[in-house]
């Protein structure tokens, strides 16, 4: 299937993605721990899109916000290439322009977000 007309906002995230590969990269280099090095390693040898597998079973954790970031990244790209971005993913509806302005990544709407971040403890009543 050929896009004809990529989303606007997919150059923004494969851009953010290199962002997220090389700080990754950069930082697990610099650690001193042998078990990072032999990640960086292992990361150097397969393809981003395969990272957070492999991150998944050992991630130290000041690379922690960054794979979590590359997961929603990851996603939000694949689903520009499938035609469905921009899709909530909890009620399906259409994503706020300036939703996804401000987060290209963002998987959810206005709604949903607010349910999914700030859920009150169960009511009594
Ligand atoms: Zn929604």
Same mark, same amino acid.
């Given at each position: 299937?050929?896009?004809?007309? +990529? *989303?606007?906002?997919? #150059? !923004? @995230?494969? $851009?953010?993605?290199?962002q997220l =590969?090389? *700080?990754? $990269?950069?930082?697990?280099?610099?650690?001193?721990?042998?078990?990072?090095? !032999?990640?960086? *390693? $292992?990361?150097?040898?397969?393809?981003?899109?395969?990272?957070? /597998?492999?991150?998944?079973?050992?991630?130290?954790?000041?690379v922690a916000?960054?794979?979590?970031? @590359? =997961? !929603?990244? #990851?996603?939000?790209?694949?689903?520009?290439? $499938?035609?469905?971005?921009g899709v909530?993913?909890?009620? =399906?509806?259409?994503? /706020?322009?300036?939703?996804?302005?401000?987060?290209?990544?963002?998987?959810?709407?206005?709604?949903?977000?607010? !349910?999914?971040?700030?859920? +009150?403890?169960?009511?009594?009543?």
């Amino acid at each position: 299937m050929t896009i004809l007309h +990529p *989303h606007p906002n997919l #150059q !923004k @995230l494969e $851009l953010e993605h290199r962002q997220l =590969e090389q *700080h990754i $990269l950069w930082s697990l280099q610099h650690s001193s721990n042998t078990d990072d090095g !032999k990640l960086y *390693h $292992l990361l150097l040898q397969i393809p981003p899109q395969l990272w957070p /597998e492999s991150l998944s079973r050992y991630c130290p954790s000041f690379v922690a916000t960054a794979r979590h970031r @590359l =997961e !929603k990244v #990851q996603a939000a790209i694949s689903q520009i290439k $499938l035609g469905i971005y921009g899709v909530c993913a909890d009620c =399906e509806a259409q994503i /706020e322009a300036e939703r996804l302005a401000c987060d290209p990544a963002t998987q959810r709407c206005k709604v949903c977000a607010a !349910k999914a971040q700030d859920i +009150p403890p169960e009511l009594p009543f």
